[in-house]
Structures are given as structure tokens and as C-alpha cells.
């Protein structure tokens, strides 16, 4: 059964940082790409950060890039999303997504492309 947990969210005030977890189980994330995406309140889902399956890949929407990275470590089956300098703009639940995936693929951050998700995680960035 495939599974993904997120996990590191929490309240942080501005200007400070989160590492939030994304923990595969029932496969192996060699031969998936993973997607970050938020929501925020009364806003629709939106693409944050994607990995390719090889690692060899990553894409940052404009809002976080140079703040966010993402990374995967395929032994431990666990993507991680590090957030820096964090924003009152950056509230939301965050959520993990996967789909398989060839190493010719480019991973997106379309939800559509994804079909399987976590239960998400939420981050509060508040003074």
C-alpha cells in the first residue's frame, strides 16, 4: 500500500526556518518523482517544489526559490522540503505527492500528474 507521511511542520515566526518530511512507504521513491504543494486558507492548492526520481532534477516556483530546497534521500525513502526565511505568505498545509515516473520524465508540479498524496502538514509563519 502506498503510503506518505509528512511530518516537521509547526509555528515559526518570520525570518525563521522548518524542514518538513515526507516519508514513503509500501514502495521505493527510486522510481517516483515527488511534488511539494500548499494550501492556504480560502486559496487554491498550490505548487511549491519538485524532485525528479534521480534527484537530478529540482524545480522551485518564483515565490520560494532561493528560500526553499528540496531534497531526497532514496535509502531512508524520504523527501524533505527545507524552508528558509519563511513568510507570513508562507502559511499553509503542505502536502507530499508522488506518481511513478521514467528518468526521461520531467517532474512537475501539476496536481493532476500526482496520484498519491500525504495527509499534509501544516506551517504557521506568524509574529
Known amino acids: 500500500q502506498v503510503q506518505l507521511v509528512e511530518s516537521g511542520g509547526g509555528s515559526v515566526q518570520p525570518g525563521g526556518s522548518l524542514r518538513l518530511s515526507c516519508a514513503a512507504s509500501g514502495f521505493s521513491l527510486n522510481y517516483y518523482h515527488i511534488a511539494w504543494f500548499r494550501q492556504a486558507p480560502g486559496k487554491e492548492r498550490e505548487g511549491v517544489s519538485c524532485?525528479?526520481?534521480?534527484?537530478?532534477?529540482?524545480y522551485y516556483t518564483g515565490s520560494v526559490k532561493g528560500r526553499f530546497t528540496i531534497s531526497r534521500d532514496n535509502a531512508k525513502n524520504t523527501v524533505y522540503l527545507q524552508m528558509n526565511s519563511l513568510k507570513a505568505e508562507d502559511t499553509a498545509v503542505y502536502y507530499c505527492?508522488?506518481?511513478?515516473?521514467?528518468?526521461?520524465?520531467?517532474?512537475?508540479?501539476?496536481?493532476?500528474?500526482?496520484?498519491?498524496w500525504g495527509q499534509g502538514t501544516q506551517v504557521t509563519v506568524s509574529s
Open positions: 505527492a508522488t506518481r511513478a515516473a521514467g528518468p526521461w520524465q520531467e517532474c512537475s508540479v501539476r496536481a493532476p500528474d500526482y496520484n498519491y
Open positions: 524532485i525528479k526520481n534521480s534527484g537530478g532534477m529540482t
